[in-house]
C-alpha cells in the first residue's frame, strides 16, 4: 500500500491511497485514533492490517479525490532523520574519495522536511544549493542492534529523499549538520510504500532531472553499504523509533561536482523518480521573509 500524509503543511492527516485518484482519510476511518503515520506505525503489523482492510472495502465518508491535494512529508514528525555519506560507488568515483570503510552517518534536523511541490527556501549567503536524490526507508518498529540477517522485520517501507545540501556551510563546518539542516532541505514522498510491495529495495533505479535536464541516473544496486549494513552499524548503539527516516546516499551526478559547478537557482525546478515509488518534484524559491517551520508536527503520534 501507498501510505500520505495530506493537508496543508503542519497540519497533515494520515492516508492511504486507493487506485491513482482517491486518498482514504485514515483519521477518519479510524475515528481518530490515527493522528499521524508515525502513529500508525506505532501499532505495528496489526495497524497496517487494519488499512489493508480499509482499503479494500472503503466506507464512502473516508474517501476524497487525490487531484489538487497537498502530499506532505509521508511522516511529519520523525525522531531522528538520519543521513548517509558517500554510499554508492559512482558517487565516491566523481568526487576521486576512497571508498569509506564504514558508513559515514549524519543527522537531518526534522524541521528541514518538506512536501512534493513544496519550494525549497534559497538560503541566506549560500553560493552552492545542491541536490541529492536518494531512496529513503521508514523505521517500522523500535529497533537496538538489529541483527543484519532481520532487517525487513524494521523496515516499514520505502520513499524518496532530496538530501538537499548548502554546500558552503557543509564545507567550511567539516561537520554536516547545518549544510543539510536548512529549512526545507530534506522534501520527502510524494508517498511512503509499504516494505511488501517492494521486496528488493536494492534494484531500484533512480533519477534526476534539473529542469528536465537528466544529472542522476543511478540504481541503488550501487550502493557500497546496503540496508541490512547501515541498520546494524547505526543500531549498535542507539535506539531508532517507528517513524525515523533514513537517507540511504545518493548517486553521481550532484552539481557541486560537475565542471564547472552547475548547483540549482532560484526558480530551478527538481523532479526526482524511483522505480516503484512515483516522483517528488519541488521548485526553488527566494527566501523573502522568514518562516517557523512547520515541522515536526503535530506533536502528538
Same mark, same amino acid.
Given at each position: 500500500?501507498?501510505?500520505?500524509?495530506?493537508?496543508?503543511?503542519?497540519?497533515?492527516?494520515?492516508?492511504?491511497?486507493?487506485?491513482?485518484?482517491?486518498?482514504?482519510?485514515?483519521?477518519?476511518?479510524?475515528?481518530?485514533?490515527?493522528?499521524?503515520?508515525?502513529?500508525?506505525?506505532?501499532?505495528?503489523?496489526?495497524?497496517?492490517?487494519?488499512?489493508?482492510?480499509?482499503?479494500?472495502?472503503?466506507?464512502?465518508?473516508?474517501?476524497?479525490?487525490?487531484?489538487?491535494?497537498?502530499?506532505?512529508?509521508?511522516? =511529519?514528525?520523525?525522531?531522528?532523520?538520519?543521513?548517509?555519506?558517500?554510499?554508492?560507488?559512482?558517487?565516491?568515483?566523481?568526487?576521486?574519495?576512497?571508498?569509506?570503510?564504514?558508513? @559515514?552517518?549524519?543527522?537531518?534536523?526534522?524541521?528541514?522536511?518538506?512536501?512534493?511541490?513544496?519550494?525549497?527556501?534559497?538560503?541566506?549567503?549560500?553560493?552552492?544549493?545542491?541536490?541529492?536524490?536518494?531512496?529513503?526507508?521508514?523505521?517500522?518498529?523500535?529497533?537496538?542492534?538489529?541483527?543484519?540477517?532481520?532487517?525487513?522485520?524494521?523496515?516499514?517501507?520505502?520513499?524518496?529523499?532530496?538530501?538537499?545540501?548548502?554546500?558552503?556551510?557543509?564545507?567550511?563546518?567539516?561537520?554536516?549538520?547545518?549544510?543539510?539542516?536548512?529549512?526545507?532541505?530534506?522534501?520527502?514522498?510524494?508517498?511512503?510504500?509499504?516494505?511488501?510491495?517492494?521486496?528488493?529495495?536494492?534494484?531500484?533505479?533512480?533519477?534526476?532531472? @534539473?529542469?528536465?535536464?537528466?544529472?542522476?541516473?543511478?540504481? =541503488?544496486?550501487?550502493?557500497?553499504?546496503?540496508?541490512?549494513?547501515?541498520?546494524?552499524?547505526?543500531?549498535?548503539?542507539?535506539?531508532?523509533?517507528?517513524?525515523?527516516?533514513?537517507?540511504?546516499?545518493?548517486?553521481?551526478?550532484?552539481?557541486?561536482?560537475?565542471?564547472?559547478?552547475?548547483?540549482?537557482?532560484?526558480?530551478?525546478?527538481?523532479?526526482?523518480?524511483?522505480?516503484?515509488?512515483?516522483?517528488?518534484?519541488?521548485?526553488?524559491?527566494?527566501?523573502?521573509?522568514?518562516?517557523?517551520?512547520?515541522?515536526?508536527?503535530?506533536?502528538?503520534?
Amino acid at each position: 500500500m501507498k501510505l500520505v500524509s495530506f493537508g496543508p503543511a503542519g497540519e497533515e492527516r494520515p492516508g492511504a491511497l486507493v487506485g491513482e485518484d482517491q486518498i482514504l482519510d485514515l483519521r477518519a476511518a479510524s475515528s481518530g485514533e490515527m493522528v499521524t503515520i508515525r502513529g500508525l506505525l506505532d501499532l505495528g503489523e496489526a495497524g497496517l492490517e487494519r488499512v489493508a482492510r480499509w482499503i479494500e472495502h472503503p466506507h464512502d465518508e473516508w474517501l476524497l479525490p487525490a487531484a489538487g491535494v497537498r502530499l506532505g512529508p509521508p511522516v =511529519t514528525n520523525p525522531v531522528t532523520i538520519v543521513g548517509v555519506g558517500l554510499n554508492y560507488h559512482s558517487h565516491t568515483s566523481e568526487q576521486s574519495a576512497r571508498l569509506p570503510e564504514r558508513p @559515514l552517518i549524519f543527522s537531518k534536523a526534522p524541521t528541514s522536511l518538506a512536501g512534493d511541490g513544496d519550494p525549497l527556501r534559497y538560503p541566506v549567503d549560500e553560493e552552492n544549493f545542491d541536490y541529492e536524490a536518494e531512496l529513503g526507508f521508514v523505521i517500522g518498529k523500535p529497533a537496538l542492534r538489529i541483527d543484519p540477517e532481520r532487517w525487513q522485520e524494521y523496515v516499514a517501507g520505502y520513499t524518496i529523499v532530496n538530501d538537499v545540501s548548502a554546500r558552503d556551510a557543509q564545507y567550511a563546518d567539516r561537520k554536516w549538520f547545518r549544510g543539510k539542516s536548512y529549512d526545507t532541505t530534506c522534501p520527502m514522498g510524494p508517498c511512503l510504500v509499504t516494505r511488501d510491495e517492494i521486496p528488493d529495495p536494492h534494484a531500484l533505479r533512480i533519477t534526476a532531472h @534539473l529542469n528536465g535536464e537528466l544529472r542522476q541516473d543511478g540504481n =541503488t544496486s550501487d550502493l557500497i553499504f546496503r540496508i541490512p549494513d547501515l541498520l546494524a552499524f547505526a543500531s549498535r548503539n542507539i535506539t531508532f523509533m517507528p517513524g525515523d527516516v533514513f537517507a540511504t546516499g545518493t548517486p553521481g551526478g550532484v552539481g557541486i561536482f560537475m565542471e564547472p559547478p552547475a548547483c540549482m537557482k532560484i526558480d530551478d525546478e527538481i523532479r526526482i523518480t524511483l522505480e516503484k515509488v512515483g516522483s517528488l518534484t519541488n521548485r526553488v524559491a527566494e527566501l523573502s521573509e522568514p518562516r517557523v517551520s512547520p515541522y515536526p508536527a503535530p506533536r502528538g503520534h
